[in-house]
Protein backbone atom coordinates (compact mmCIF):
# COMPACT_ATOMS: atom_id res chain seq x y z
CA UNK A 1 0.00 0.00 0.00
CA UNK A 2 2.48 2.75 -1.77
CA UNK A 3 1.85 6.18 -1.65
CA UNK A 4 0.58 7.65 1.50
CA UNK A 5 3.91 9.63 2.38
CA UNK A 6 4.36 11.51 -1.23
CA UNK A 7 0.17 12.10 -0.84
CA UNK A 8 0.51 13.97 2.17
CA UNK A 9 3.73 16.14 1.00
CA UNK A 10 2.18 16.68 -2.89
CA UNK A 11 -0.53 18.57 -0.42
CA UNK A 12 1.84 20.25 1.74
CA UNK A 13 0.63 18.12 4.44
CA UNK A 14 3.26 16.05 7.08
CA UNK A 15 3.54 12.21 6.06
CA UNK A 16 1.57 11.44 9.29
CA UNK A 17 -1.71 12.81 7.53
CA UNK A 18 -0.83 10.74 4.51
CA UNK A 19 -0.88 7.50 6.70
CA UNK A 20 -4.49 8.78 8.20
CA UNK A 21 -6.44 8.91 4.55
CA UNK A 22 -4.88 6.05 3.75
CA UNK A 23 -6.57 4.22 6.83
CA UNK A 24 -9.71 4.92 5.00
CA UNK A 25 -8.90 3.28 1.42
CA UNK A 26 -7.76 -0.09 3.88
CA UNK A 27 -11.95 0.32 4.73
CA UNK A 28 -12.66 0.64 1.06
CA UNK A 29 -10.89 -2.05 -0.14
CA UNK A 30 -12.11 -4.34 2.84
CA UNK A 31 -15.44 -3.97 2.35
CA UNK A 32 -15.19 -3.84 -1.57
CA UNK A 33 -13.66 -7.17 -1.50
CA UNK A 34 -15.80 -9.65 -1.38
CA UNK A 35 -18.45 -8.27 -3.98
CA UNK A 36 -15.34 -8.57 -6.52
CA UNK A 37 -14.58 -12.28 -5.50
CA UNK A 38 -12.40 -11.80 -3.18
CA UNK A 39 -12.38 -14.32 -0.35
CA UNK A 40 -8.23 -13.56 1.58
CA UNK A 41 -7.05 -10.28 1.84
CA UNK A 42 -3.33 -9.51 2.61
CA UNK A 43 -2.38 -5.83 3.08
CA UNK A 44 1.36 -5.45 3.83
CA UNK A 45 1.02 -2.50 6.34
CA UNK A 46 4.15 -2.54 7.99
CA UNK A 47 7.25 -4.56 7.11
CA UNK A 48 10.58 -5.39 8.97
CA UNK A 49 12.24 -3.11 7.04
CA UNK A 50 9.76 -0.12 8.30
CA UNK A 51 11.33 0.12 11.51
CA UNK A 52 14.07 2.26 10.10
CA UNK A 53 11.85 5.34 9.65
CA UNK A 54 12.00 8.09 11.99
CA UNK A 55 10.49 7.07 15.62
CA UNK A 56 7.76 10.06 15.70
CA UNK A 57 6.40 8.13 12.39
CA UNK A 58 6.63 4.74 13.24
CA UNK A 59 5.03 5.35 16.73
CA UNK A 60 2.48 7.25 14.82
CA UNK A 61 1.71 4.04 12.68
CA UNK A 62 1.76 1.75 15.61
CA UNK A 63 -1.35 4.07 17.02
CA UNK A 64 -3.20 4.31 14.29
CA UNK A 65 -3.01 0.77 13.94
CA UNK A 66 -4.28 -0.07 17.24
CA UNK A 67 -6.93 2.96 16.81
CA UNK A 68 -8.28 1.54 14.18
CA UNK A 69 -8.22 -1.71 15.55
CA UNK A 70 -10.51 -0.91 18.25
CA UNK A 71 -12.88 1.26 16.25
CA UNK A 72 -13.52 -1.24 13.33
CA UNK A 73 -13.82 -4.28 15.57
CA UNK A 74 -16.87 -4.18 15.18
CA UNK A 75 -17.81 -3.52 11.79
CA UNK A 76 -15.64 -6.72 11.12
CA UNK A 77 -17.69 -8.96 13.07
CA UNK A 78 -20.80 -7.42 11.85
CA UNK A 79 -19.30 -8.29 7.93
CA UNK A 80 -18.18 -11.13 8.49
CA UNK A 81 -14.86 -10.54 8.08
CA UNK A 82 -12.24 -13.02 9.65
CA UNK A 83 -8.87 -10.43 10.62
CA UNK A 84 -5.24 -11.72 11.80
CA UNK A 85 -1.77 -10.35 11.59
CA UNK A 86 0.98 -12.21 10.17
CA UNK A 87 4.75 -11.20 10.55
CA UNK A 88 6.14 -11.09 14.03
CA UNK A 89 4.93 -9.57 17.88
CA UNK A 90 7.88 -9.30 19.99
CA UNK A 91 8.73 -6.13 18.65
CA UNK A 92 5.02 -4.28 18.98
CA UNK A 93 3.60 -2.13 21.55
CA UNK A 94 1.88 -4.83 24.41
CA UNK A 95 -1.08 -2.59 23.87
CA UNK A 96 -1.28 -2.93 20.23
CA UNK A 97 -0.70 -6.66 20.80
CA UNK A 98 -3.85 -7.24 22.96
CA UNK A 99 -5.61 -5.05 20.53
CA UNK A 100 -4.75 -7.51 17.67
CA UNK A 101 -5.68 -10.80 19.72
CA UNK A 102 -8.96 -9.49 21.00
CA UNK A 103 -9.99 -8.67 17.67
CA UNK A 104 -8.76 -12.19 16.34
CA UNK A 105 -10.40 -13.63 18.58
CA UNK A 106 -13.73 -11.87 18.01
CA UNK A 107 -14.05 -12.77 14.28
CA UNK A 108 -12.61 -15.53 14.36
CA UNK A 109 -15.96 -16.85 12.93
CA UNK A 110 -16.19 -15.08 9.64
CA UNK A 111 -16.19 -15.90 6.30
CA UNK A 112 -17.25 -13.65 3.96
CA UNK A 113 -13.66 -12.39 3.91
CA UNK A 114 -10.42 -13.68 5.59
CA UNK A 115 -8.41 -10.05 6.22
CA UNK A 116 -4.74 -10.50 6.74
CA UNK A 117 -2.41 -7.52 7.89
CA UNK A 118 1.21 -8.29 7.49
CA UNK A 119 3.03 -6.23 10.19
CA UNK A 120 6.50 -6.41 11.34
CA UNK A 121 6.85 -9.06 8.39
CA UNK A 122 9.43 -9.78 5.94
CA UNK A 123 9.28 -12.68 3.90
CA UNK A 124 13.05 -13.78 4.14
CA UNK A 125 12.89 -13.91 7.84
CA UNK A 126 9.63 -16.27 7.93
CA UNK A 127 11.60 -18.57 5.10
CA UNK A 128 14.88 -18.43 7.20
CA UNK A 129 12.63 -19.50 10.10
CA UNK A 130 11.10 -22.55 8.06
CA UNK A 131 14.28 -23.87 7.01
CA UNK A 132 15.53 -24.13 10.79
CA UNK A 133 12.47 -25.77 11.57
CA UNK A 134 12.75 -28.24 9.18
CA UNK A 135 16.70 -28.27 9.60
CA UNK A 136 15.71 -29.27 13.47
CA UNK A 137 14.23 -32.86 11.96
CA UNK A 138 10.68 -31.94 10.51
CA UNK A 139 10.71 -34.29 7.30
CA UNK A 140 11.33 -31.75 4.13
CA UNK A 141 8.35 -31.75 2.26
CA UNK A 142 6.86 -28.94 0.98
CA UNK A 143 3.50 -29.20 3.33
CA UNK A 144 5.70 -29.36 6.25
CA UNK A 145 7.60 -26.48 5.24
CA UNK A 146 4.71 -24.18 4.78
CA UNK A 147 3.42 -25.62 8.25
CA UNK A 148 6.08 -24.74 9.53
CA UNK A 149 6.81 -20.99 7.96
CA UNK A 150 2.94 -20.46 8.96
CA UNK A 151 3.69 -21.08 12.34
CA UNK A 152 6.72 -18.44 12.10
CA UNK A 153 4.73 -15.83 11.30
CA UNK A 154 1.32 -16.14 13.07
CA UNK A 155 -0.36 -17.00 10.13
CA UNK A 156 -3.43 -19.55 9.85
CA UNK A 157 -2.68 -22.79 8.46
CA UNK A 158 -4.26 -23.85 5.26
CA UNK A 159 -3.70 -19.49 3.11
CA UNK A 160 -3.95 -20.35 -0.16
CA UNK A 161 -1.03 -18.65 -2.53
CA UNK A 162 -1.23 -15.59 -3.70
CA UNK A 163 -3.15 -14.84 -7.09
CA UNK A 164 -2.62 -11.42 -7.85
CA UNK A 165 -0.70 -9.02 -6.11
CA UNK A 166 -1.54 -5.67 -6.59
CA UNK A 167 0.93 -2.41 -5.75
CA UNK A 168 0.15 1.45 -5.47
CA UNK A 169 2.23 4.12 -6.04
CA UNK A 170 3.74 3.77 -8.90
CA UNK A 171 6.38 1.10 -7.59
CA UNK A 172 7.43 -1.71 -9.34
CA UNK A 173 9.18 -4.63 -6.81
CA UNK A 174 8.21 -7.55 -4.51
CA UNK A 175 10.27 -5.78 -1.36
CA UNK A 176 10.12 -8.87 0.84
CA UNK A 177 6.32 -9.53 0.85
CA UNK A 178 4.97 -13.06 0.84
CA UNK A 179 8.13 -14.28 -1.66
CA UNK A 180 7.03 -18.59 -0.95
CA UNK A 181 3.06 -17.75 -1.58
CA UNK A 182 3.81 -15.55 -4.75
CA UNK A 183 5.59 -17.81 -6.88
CA UNK A 184 2.56 -17.56 -9.17
CA UNK A 185 1.44 -14.53 -8.64
CA UNK A 186 -0.16 -12.45 -11.38
CA UNK A 187 1.74 -8.90 -10.26
CA UNK A 188 -0.62 -5.32 -10.88
CA UNK A 189 1.09 -1.99 -10.77
CA UNK A 190 -0.78 1.07 -10.31
CA UNK A 191 0.49 4.75 -10.36
CA UNK A 192 -2.56 5.61 -7.80
CA UNK A 193 -1.03 6.78 -4.85
CA UNK A 194 -2.74 4.38 -1.81
CA UNK A 195 -4.72 7.18 -0.01
CA UNK A 196 -6.52 7.93 -3.96
CA UNK A 197 -7.11 3.69 -4.04
CA UNK A 198 -10.64 3.36 -4.57
CA UNK A 199 -13.45 0.87 -5.38
CA UNK A 200 -13.11 0.98 -8.77
CA UNK A 201 -8.87 0.73 -8.98
CA UNK A 202 -9.76 -2.36 -7.37
CA UNK A 203 -12.27 -3.48 -9.73
CA UNK A 204 -9.75 -2.86 -12.31
CA UNK A 205 -6.94 -5.51 -10.82
CA UNK A 206 -9.11 -7.94 -10.76
CA UNK A 207 -10.44 -7.15 -14.07
CA UNK A 208 -7.13 -7.37 -15.67
CA UNK A 209 -6.21 -10.38 -13.78
CA UNK A 210 -9.16 -12.08 -15.23
CA UNK A 211 -8.55 -11.70 -18.64
CA UNK A 212 -4.67 -13.06 -17.65
CA UNK A 213 -3.79 -16.32 -18.96
CA UNK A 214 -2.41 -18.77 -16.11
CA UNK A 215 -0.36 -21.70 -17.53
CA UNK A 216 1.88 -22.38 -14.24
CA UNK A 217 5.16 -23.20 -16.53
CA UNK A 218 2.16 -25.57 -18.85
CA UNK A 219 1.56 -24.87 -22.79
CA UNK A 220 -2.17 -23.32 -24.15
CA UNK A 221 -4.44 -25.92 -24.60
CA UNK A 222 -6.17 -25.97 -27.85
CA UNK A 223 -9.66 -25.02 -27.86
Known amino acids: MDGNGR ?49 GEVDNLMFLFEKHLDSDCARLTDRGVRF ?36 DYSAREALLAAAGRVARGMPPTRE ?32 DFLLWESAYAELYFTDVLWPDFAEADLADAVEAFEARERRYGGVQTAP
Open 7 to 55: WALLRGQPREVGHVVGATAVRRTVESAPSLGITTLTLYAFSSDNWRRPR
Open 84 to 119: NVIGRRDRIPDSLRRSIERVEERTREGTSLHLRVAM
Open 144 to 175: AFEQSMYEAIHAPGGTRDVDLLIRTGGEQRLS
